[in-house]
């Protein structure tokens, strides 16, 4: 998705703008740009369709240079990729813009602006901000005029401004996208995500809603509320370290992240365990007293995190004997939900940006729950901060866009909910210190499974020339099923669904044949023997089978079955352990088929617009 990057410094910004722009490459984005107010007062500017290292190769021969810039990566929505649709997008020669987010009442403002003799020369809603800007800023500085024209602006943005007439100054501005400002010596950073600043600070402000600020020579930072009031906001440092921005020994994010697996289910578990119980007070201070009203949950989320939730359903029933409503958010927001007295509303997020779950969040504040839980990986998002309670998963900076740690991690943080709400509602005292003592030996459990690395990658070649794939899994089961099928078709663009075990009779049957792979997961758990009989309607069939299978189950690999054997783990926490063996799959599979791993076509990590 759209990535902005912004900075006043006393060296020339080019190449802060471009380190940035590089580190935001992992978002997705199909073109990207920037601007640099020179020495002389003109506005110098460069954009290009494609990579950022088509931006870079342009720079290359012909450099910029200054002291105050913005830079853009776009992800298209209003108006296909070209360089024309590209930011930073200019009114005349003295003023650039850089914008994320959609602004929804464009086409009045653009009708204004035609009337009063503005010409167009992009499809995008963005270059109507330019030129409002632009006639504002002839009334005055540019901070007001940028306090002026959001105040026109319906929908969400996040803004990056310069002035041909304002040597080192650029203006920022939030509501409904994320924008942080970024604190150096002397010097002055804005970006969409902290992430591309770490090379020039570790100290961030995480702007409010309605926050517009302005950032000067010499370090100086003015932040202005949604009233206009000035205002302190804290600094916080970023904790997670510069790591994240490579890819160390590994090929791609994406393995890397696989393998940080174990390490970071660790981080999520570390100072949340009792000896016997989880630590309801590593929810935060009020978590008892709201966990103990909890008579319900509907729990909202989007894509690989949706399906987290799906896991959850089956963990919470059981476990802390809560009902649990999971739904999509983009689906949650439009339709006129029924609130039962008690329940939690719960969102789920790497990013804690997703605009659709946000707006889930912003909703529901209006229906009478009673309270709101975001578990996320992003400590200063938007969802954390609007929030009444925050778990983090801990899971460090994902770069890949299919979410692979980010999942596991959230459903790590899952089942310390289940097993807080159960001790919170008289959980048998065993049952949770034996889901406590599984759950110390999961990072462990994760990392044998990672052994199984050079077995997947032979499995892989099965599925080179393939166009469609099943699978299949039961009970909580059936959304790792899901999660396996969304990765498939993610980065390897083999069309991948996935079914509940028993509904295969019910339609998908159908489809079976030596070309339609069947993955599935069977566990060691009371729905086994039930599986068993659908793989055989499977072999019937001539489907070609490839099932991930606990140690102990009694499964023979055979012509046209492949069985690939897992540790034996506690019957609540096979979600986790097996949702392994399918990122490798799909991981391998996309290497073969040579797709772009790390950023998939038409994808994005972070999808800030609805
Ligand atoms: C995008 C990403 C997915 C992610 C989804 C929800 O589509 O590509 O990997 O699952 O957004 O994101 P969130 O940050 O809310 O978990």
């Known amino acids: ?124 809603d963005t270059e109507v901000v330019a030129h409002l800007l632009e006639r504002e800023a002839r009334r005055g500085d540019l901070l007001g005029a940028v306090q002026r024209v959001v105040a026109r602006l319906d929908g969400a943005y996040a803004l990056g401004v310069i002035h041909a007439d304002e040597p080192d100054v650029v203006i920022g501005a939030r509501k409904g996208s994320p924008l942080v400002v970024g604190v150096g010596i002397e010097e002055a950073f804005l970006a969409s995500d902290p992430l591309a600043l770490l090379r020039v600070t570790d100290r961030f402000i995480y702007l409010e809603e309605g926050d517009v600020v302005r950032l000067a020579a010499g370090g100086e930072i003015t932040i202005l509320d949604a009233a206009g009031t000035p205002v302190t906001r804290e600094i916080q440092t970023f904790e997670h370290g510069d790591g994240a921005a490579s890819k160390g020994e590994y090929r791609h994010f994406m393995l890397k992240e696989i393998h940080e697996q174990p390490a970071v289910i660790a981080a999520a578990l570390e100072g949340r365990l009792g000896d016997r119980s989880v630590l309801v007070e590593s929810f935060g201070p009020r978590a008892e007293t709201l966990f103990a009203g909890v008579r319900q949950i509907h729990l909202v989320a989007c894509g690989t995190s949706y399906h987290a939730g799906l896991v959850a359903r089956y963990w919470l029933e059981r476990y802390a004997g809560v009902p649990v409503q999971v739904e999509v958010a983009s689906e949650y927001r439009y339709r006129q939900v029924v609130v039962p007295e008690g329940t939690l509303f719960v969102t789920l997020s790497q990013s804690g940006e997703t605009a659709d779950t946000l707006a889930a969040l912003r909703f529901a504040k209006q229906r009478g729950y009673l309270g709101s839980l975001a578990i996320c990986n992003v400590p200063g998002s938007s969802l954390v901060r609007e929030s009444d309670l925050a778990l983090m ?148 069939r001539g489907g070609e089978l490839f099932v991930f299978a606990d140690d102990e189950v009694g499964l023979a690999e055979e012509e046209g079955v492949h069985v690939l054997r897992l540790p034996h783990v506690h019957e609540a926490l096979a979600p986790i352990l097996y949702t392994l063996p399918l990122q490798l799959l799909s991981y391998h599979v996309a290497v073969l088929k040579g797709t772009d791993v790390d950023q998939p076509r038409n994808l994005a990590k972070s999808v800030t617009v609805e």
């Not at 990057?5 to 080019?14: K, L, T």
């Not at 002389?40 to 910029?64: F, H, M, S, T, W």
């Not at 997008?89 to 009063?116: C, F, K, P, Y």
Request: aromatic content about 4%; some cysteine.
């Open 393 to 540: 998963t801990q899971a460090g900076p994902e770069i890949g866009v299919a979410s692979t740690k980010a999942f596991t991690t959230q459903l790590t943080a899952l089942m310390l909910l289940t097993l807080a709400l159960g001790r919170v509602r008289g959980q048998d005292p065993d049952e949770q210190a034996n889901l406590v003592e599984a759950l110390r030996g999961l990072p462990g459990l994760v990392r044998r499974v990672l052994t199984l690395d050079s077995a997947i990658e032979a499995l892989a070649t099965a599925f080179g020339e393939k166009h469609h794939a099943l699978f299949l899994g039961r009970g909580a089961h059936f959304p790792i099923a899901l999660e396996g099928a969304l990765k498939l078709k993610e980065i390897s663009y083999i069309h991948a669904e996935a079914y509940p075990a028993g509904e295969l009779k019910h339609g998908p049957l159908a489809l079976v044949d030596s070309e339609m792979p069947v993955i599935s997961v069977a566990p060691n758990d009371e729905l086994l023997d039930k599986l068993k009989s659908n793989l055989q309607e499977v072999r019937a």
């Open 1 to 124: 998705m759209c990535g902005i990057v912004g900075a006043v410094a006393q060296r020339n910004v080019q190449g802060i703008l471009l380190e940035g722009l590089k580190r935001l490459e992992y978002r997705g984005y199909d073109s990207a740009g920037m601007a640099i107010r020179a020495g002389d007062g003109r506005l110098q500017r460069c954009r290009a369709l494609g990579k950022v290292a088509a931006l870079e190769d342009k720079l290359v021969a012909a450099p910029l240079a200054g002291h105050s810039g913005i830079a853009h990566t776009r992800w298209a929505t209003h108006g296909r990729p070209s360089e024309a649709n590209a930011h930073p997008h200019q009114s005349g020669e003295r003023l650039a813009v850089v914008h994320n987010g959609i602004i929804e009442n464009h086409e009045a403002l653009r009708d204004e602006l035609e009337t009063d003799g503005y010409s167009f020369a992009s499809e995008t």
